[in-house]
């Protein structure tokens, strides 16, 4: 890690000055120029880093999904072909243990399930912005996903909860 800043940002009076306030890299080649804005707001200055924007284009990923086919129709043909199935080894053990065991063996040699419900591969697009937009890390997009939504909520009910809820994270 390189500091930017290499005068003070912090002077309290003519004698007493420190470098306090600092910009911490380890791009350094990324660098164009970095220092101190002069103002008299406060007695710390303001400190700024101009950087090279590298302007990647966006790249999609390919990924793939498994989901089951679950319908009404699909779940009304699954209960059909169930309620065609013997049941009478399970029902006529005494044993829970066996009869558990019955029933897994039944229900997953039967095949009902995967016949009415099929594993279907959807392919999914994912656009990747993290190589445009390198700052936003993991916990940067989780915190605007949590400000969003808590907005959004604060819209919809109109309260002074949501309200509170929403700018206390803002």
């Not at 101009?50 to 779940?75: A, D, F, M, P």
Request: charged share 20%; aromatic share 10%; glycine share 2%.
């Amino acid at each position: 890690m390189h500091p930017l800043i290499n005068k003070p940002s912090c002077i309290y009076t003519d004698s007493t000055a420190t470098l306090i306030d600092n910009i911490f890299t380890n791009e350094c080649n990324d660098v164009m120029t970095s220092g101190l804005l002069i103002n008299d707001l406060s007695d710390h200055l303001p400190v700024f880093s101009v950087c090279k924007y590298h302007n990647i284009e966006r790249q999609t990923v390919k990924s793939y999904k498994y989901v089951r086919k679950l319908n009404n129709e699909s779940i009304s043909s699954f209960t059909t072909d169930l309620a065609q199935e013997s049941w009478e080894n399970i029902l006529n053990t005494e044993n829970v243990n066996d009869a558990f065991d019955n029933f897994l063996t039944t229900f997953i040699t039967c095949t009902y399930y995967n016949k009415n419900c099929p594993v279907q591969k959807l392919m999914l697009h994912v656009t990747s912005d993290k190589i445009s937009k390198p700052w936003m890390t993991k916990g940067l997009q989780n915190a605007c996903k949590k400000k969003n939504t808590l907005y959004h909520n604060f819209l919809r009910e109109g309260n002074k909860e949501s309200e509170h809820r929403y700018k206390s994270i803002k």
